[in-house]
């Protein structure tokens, strides 16, 4: 267990004095200072404290020395371990303060320049390596270093796990107030496939190509102009923190060798001249060219694989993408291209209207044995290799007898993938979920598997009223899979008073987990509400290596 992390001011520590702090509109989150959360990147706000954070007690308290580093000074830093997001957390040499810097690795030493001060830590970025990390490997990928993908490449891949293992363990004991000692807490599953993992990307059309700033400071002073042209403009993944910038990406090995293909052919034609396309320009609401999905999935009866080309865009002009589709359905695994249409300025890639190119609108995947339709915007697992384990792990958490006589209520279903897995052993699934459109996938992905007993409710479950429940009979189990804020608290009350024998929590962000798991053991005093499952069994997995994301499996019984 890293010991660092248990000391940075702010975080949140057992027999602290207890605040509730707002981590969005509708959740809370107890600390024991009013600083920001550097475990958990979250900025959380103390309502009760009108002090600056330079004033707060707890820092001095907490900061072994005095020092306070100013904006843009360079310091001398220490990486100890990793928080969550992938964040090193770093210690400035001689004096114990705590800086957060993305791209540290634990046992680098670094120059760095401070960025932001929040509250009892700072950010720093990177400006040179001293001694490199303990696990450094090599990455593979030529623009592992910029992309904001797979920031972790370059740590060897069991010191990834091992980390990631690290944060859920520190965030359940310090966020979650569970003991080591009470948890069974299962190692963390790795992914036996490191690369070529997933099924989905969505990669961007940009106007301003990013460059590294040495680059571009040659390219404006050789040009004399800041005026854009072709050459400028890109095809690929976001640079983090800039909605407006985009490194131009030619392969990447996170997706099927058969996408990568369809990539290449899109990279060498979408310029020319001759096609007259333009990408969308994110200030000035220019353009037609906005996003570029590339899905892979299966086909059921012979195995080989099947991609589907999605081109967002900003009107419906097929003609312009003509040529670009004759030329990517000459690949035998394309069957689909289809065209979003997006004329809002906003950037999301989900269409108002969806017009098909070239062959079918859905492509197929199987998982746990049953065939899922996928289309353009169908949420499914993006690494369907590892959801085959992740699945079958929920099936044995959840424990089913078998005999078709339980009933399972799925929340946060999705297209209904978990519940129907496990339709076949019960006698009822309700799924609930806020998207229309998963809703309806989830009722054919149903009648495609002949599965007649799964029923499936579009509704926010953020915004359930005290009726919430009469549509369905008391569950047996409870499947929660909620997105990256977790369970709103009137979910949470909601099922402390429904006391279904099991809920099996899976999550994709363990901070806010381990904050649901603590209000269901511990209760939520501030609601007067007691808590009443046992946590009994914790399992991590690796669903995206090289990334700082991690999934859980977590098993609470009925106290
Ligand atoms: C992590 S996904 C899980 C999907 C599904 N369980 C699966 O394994 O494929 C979370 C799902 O929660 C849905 N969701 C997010 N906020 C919601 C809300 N307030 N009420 C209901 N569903 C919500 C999302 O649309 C998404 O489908």
Redesign the pocket.
Known sequence: MVTATASIPGFCRIGAVRFIRRISHHQTFRCSTSTPHPLTNDTIQNPSSTKSNHDDASVSANTPSSFFPKKNQTLELECESLAFKGKGVCKVSGTGFVVMCDRALPGERFIGRVTRKKGSYAEVVKLKTLVPHHDLVEAPCEYASDCGGCKMQNLLYEAQVRYKEQQVQELLVHVGRFTKENLEFNPIVPCSIQYHYRNKMEFSFCTDKWLPKDEMIAKEEKRGSNIRNGNDYALGLHVPGFFDKVIQIDKCLLQSEAADKVLTVIQDGWRSQRLDLSPYNVHTHKGFLKHLMLRSGRNVTTGSVEVMVNFVTSSYKPELLSLLVEKISLFPEVVSVVNNVNTSIGNTSVGEEEYILYGKSTITETLRGLTFQISANS???TNTHQAEILYKLIEDYAGLRGDGSEIILDL????G??GLTLAKRVKEVYG????AD?ISDARRNAMINNISNAIFVQ????KISDNFGNDFPKPNVVIS???RPGMHTKLIKFLLKLRSPRIVYVS?NPSTCARDLDYLCHGVMEKNLEGCYKLTRIQPVDMFPHTPHIECVCLLELC
Do not use: M
Request: aromatic residues 18%; glycine residues 10%; contains cysteine.
């Open positions: 949420f499914f697992q946060f279903c999705g297209t993938t978990i609930y979920e806020v998207v998963a509704g926010d479950l953020n899979d909620p997105n994709c």
